[in-house]
């Protein structure tokens, strides 16, 4: 069974920086496109950032030129670095892993980044 367990996330100011990492853990990492997304208070989950097992990366216009999503198929991680933080970041951010072949998909429990000053 596949384990997502997400980290990094925490209060920041704005303008301010996190990064975010994901483990992979109970298949084979560089099978699956990974992804981020969040879900604001009120507000429906919406997509972030994808990379497939190419590393061909998507982004959500409003992170475009701010955060990058990258993966370490040796690390099992999947990372998005977030930078230019603002208050509309704020939302629990949650990692995906999808295999189309199966249409497997799994989901971490998420973790929290808030932007205040």
């Known amino acids: 069974q596949v384990q997502l367990v997400e980290s990094g996330g925490g209060l920041v100011q704005p303008g301010g920086s996190l990064r975010l990492s994901c483990g992979f853990s109970?298949?084979?990492?560089?099978?699956?496109?990974m992804g981020w997304y969040r879900r604001a208070p009120g507000k429906q989950r919406e997509l972030v950032a994808t990379?497939?097992?190419?590393?061909?990366?998507n982004y959500a216009d409003s992170v475009k030129g701010r955060f990058t999503i990258s993966r370490d198929n040796a690390k099992n991680t999947v990372y998005l670095q977030m930078n230019s933080l603002n208050p509309e970041d704020t939302a629990v951010y949650y990692c995906?892993?999808?295999?189309?072949?199966?249409?497997?998909?799994?989901w971490g429990q998420g973790t929290q980044v808030t932007v205040s000053s």
């Open positions: 995906n892993a999808d295999r189309k072949f199966d249409t497997s998909s799994y």
């Open positions: 109970g298949s084979i990492f560089s099978s699956y496109d």
């Open positions: 990379i497939t097992r190419g590393g061909s990366t």
